[in-house]
C-alpha cells in the first residue's frame, strides 16, 4: 500500500488546470473562501507537502467496463499524477445493498461470491488507467463488516427520514407509491461512513452520486474531521452522442475490445460530442483543449485531424502507441482512402487568388488562411460565394473525406492537393502561385 510522504507539488492554478477539467460541480466551489474549498486545500497540501486523499468508490456489480466507467477513475488518474494519494475503493459491502441511485425498483442484491468475481476483474481493468503502485486499493468490508449494533445504530441517528425521502429517487418512487425497502435507505449513510473510515480530503462521483457524496460531508463533520471536498462529473454519452454510454444500449466501446474497433468507434462520433471526450477521456489539460478548439475553429487545424489524434490518444491508453497507430493505418486504408477517390476531376487554383485569403488573426501571413466558400467557386463547385456558405451551412461540403461546416481552413491544413466535395460532384485542387 502506497505511503504518504513529503511532496513537492505543482503550482495550485497548474492543479486545478487538469483536476477541474470536465468538473460538473464542486462542493464548496473552487472560488470559495475558507479551509473547506479545493483551492485552499490544495494550497496547504502544496506548503506541508502531504498530498490530500481522494476517494473514488465503485460496487462490483458488474465485471466488465466501458469508457463511460472511465471518467472517474481517469480523474483519480489526474490526482495521482500531480502526486496525490488516491484510494481506489471496491464497495464490496455496499454492493450486498446496491446503490439506489436511479432505480425504480429495489436491486437484487449480489451474493459474496459474484461480488468477488467482479471486484477482481475491476482491479485488472483499471490499473489500465491508474499506476498500480501509487494505488492504495481498499475495499469497505475492512471497516462496515465490523460495525457494531450500536455503531449502526447511530450511524442512522444522524439522519432523518425526511432527509432520505428528499432524494430524487427515493422521492419519485415514494410519490408513484413503489415500494422502498429500508436496508436501501441504508445505503448513502454506509457510502458516507467510507469516508470517515478513510480520512477522504476529496471524494469523487457522477452527478447521479450527490445525495450519496453529501452524506460523507455529513458524517465527517459529525466525526470532528474536515468535510471532504466533493467532485462531481457528469455522466458520458455514448457513440450517439444523445443516450449515456451502456452496453445494453449498444453505444459503448468496452476497453477490452481490440485496438482496431477502438479506434474505429471512436472516428464514427460527431464533431461535437469529440470535444467532451478530449475532456472526460484523456489527459490533456482543458488549457490546451480550448486552445486546440480554437485552431479547429478558426481553420488552423481540420476536426478531422483533431478526431484522429483523440482516437489515437485514447486507444494508446489501453493498448499501446504501436497498436493504436497501427489501428489508425488501417483506418485510413479502410475508409478515408474510400471517401478520397484518385481518379477526380482537377482544378488549379491559385493561392493568391482575390478574396480567397483571410485576413490572418494576429496580423502574420506565416500560416494563410483560405475562405473555403471562396474556394468552393474558384474551383468551380458552386456558382457564387453566396451559394457555397448556404451549402456549408446545410452540411452537404467535404474536404478530405470528412464533413466541414467551418468559414476558412489553413493552407497547411488543406494540405498540397485537397479533395472538395459539393453535393455528388468532387474535384482536386492543385495550387499555383
Known amino acids: 500500500m502506497p505511503t504518504e510522504t513529503s511532496t513537492t507539488f505543482a503550482p495550485v492554478t497548474e492543479q486545478l488546470d487538469l483536476i477541474t477539467k470536465g468538473a460538473a460541480e464542486i462542493i464548496p466551489p473552487v472560488a470559495a473562501s475558507g479551509a473547506e474549498a479545493l483551492a485552499s486545500r490544495l494550497e496547504e497540501s502544496r506548503k506541508t507537502g502531504v498530498p490530500l486523499r481522494i476517494k473514488a468508490g465503485f460496487d462490483p456489480t458488474a465485471p466488465d467496463l466501458h469508457l463511460g466507467h472511465t471518467v472517474l477513475m481517469r480523474k483519480l488518474r489526474h490526482f495521482q499524477q500531480l502526486g496525490h494519494v488516491v484510494i481506489f475503493l471496491i464497495g464490496d459491502s455496499t454492493a450486498l445493498i446496491g446503490d439506489p441511485t436511479g432505480k ?61 425521502i428528499e432524494r430524487e429517487d427515493f422521492h419519485k418512487r415514494f410519490a408513484k407509491e413503489e415500494a422502498i425497502s429500508l436496508h436501501e435507505l441504508m445505503y448513502p449513510v454506509m457510502q458516507g461512513y467510507d469516508s470517515v473510515a478513510l480520512k477522504a480530503d476529496v ?43 451502456s452496453k445494453s444500449l449498444g453505444n459503448a466501446i468496452g476497453i477490452h475490445e481490440a485496438a482496431p474497433e477502438m479506434y474505429g468507434k471512436l472516428m464514427s462520433i460527431s464533431d461535437e460530442l469529440m470535444w467532451r471526450y478530449w475532456t472526460f477521456l484523456t489527459d490533456l489539460p482543458q488549457s490546451k483543449i480550448d486552445v486546440m478548439q480554437a485552431d479547429v475553429k478558426s481553420g488552423a487545424l481540420h476536426p478531422m485531424q483533431a478526431k484522429k489524434d483523440l482516437a489515437r490518444t485514447i486507444t494508446a491508453d489501453f493498448h499501446s502507441e504501436a497498436a493504436a497507430a497501427a489501428a489508425a493505418e488501417n483506418w485510413a486504408k479502410q475508409f478515408q482512402q474510400k471517401g478520397v477517390a484518385e481518379d477526380v476531376a482537377e482544378v488549379t487554383v491559385s493561392v493568391g ?81
Open 353 to 433: 487568388s482575390e478574396g480567397l485569403r483571410a485576413p490572418a488573426v494576429d496580423g502574420s501571413d506565416t500560416e494563410p488562411q483560405l475562405r473555403i466558400a471562396k474556394l468552393l467557386q474558384l474551383a468551380g463547385l458552386a456558382y457564387s460565394t453566396g451559394e457555397a456558405t448556404r451549402k456549408l451551412g446545410e452540411n452537404a461540403v467535404s474536404v478530405n473525406g470528412e464533413k466541414f461546416t467551418g468559414r476558412v481552413l489553413s493552407r497547411k491544413a488543406l494540405g498540397d492537393s485537397p479533395v472538395l466535395r459539393l453535393g455528388k460532384k468532387s474535384v482536386r485542387v492543385k495550387w499555383t502561385a
Open 104 to 164: 425504480n425498483v429495489t436491486r437484487k442484491p449480489l451474493t459474496r461470491e459474484e461480488i468477488a468475481v467482479n471486484a477482481e476483474s475491476y482491479k485488472e481493468q483499471v490499473f489500465k488507467i491508474l499506476d498500480a503502485a501509487a494505488t492504495e486499493v481498499r475495499y469497505n468490508s475492512e471497516w462496515l463488516d465490523k460495525l457494531s449494533y450500536y455503531d449502526i445504530i447511530k450511524l442512522m441517528s444522524s439522519f432523518t427520514l425526511s432527509q432520505m
Open 203 to 245: 471524494e469523487l462521483g457522477g452527478t447521479d452520486q450527490k445525495f450519496n457524496l453529501m452524506r460523507g460531508r455529513d458524517l465527517q463533520r459529525d466525526a470532528g474531521q474536515k468535510p471532504q471536498i466533493v467532485l462531481m462529473t457528469p455522466i458520458l454519452e455514448g457513440l450517439d452522442g444523445v443516450q449515456k454510454m
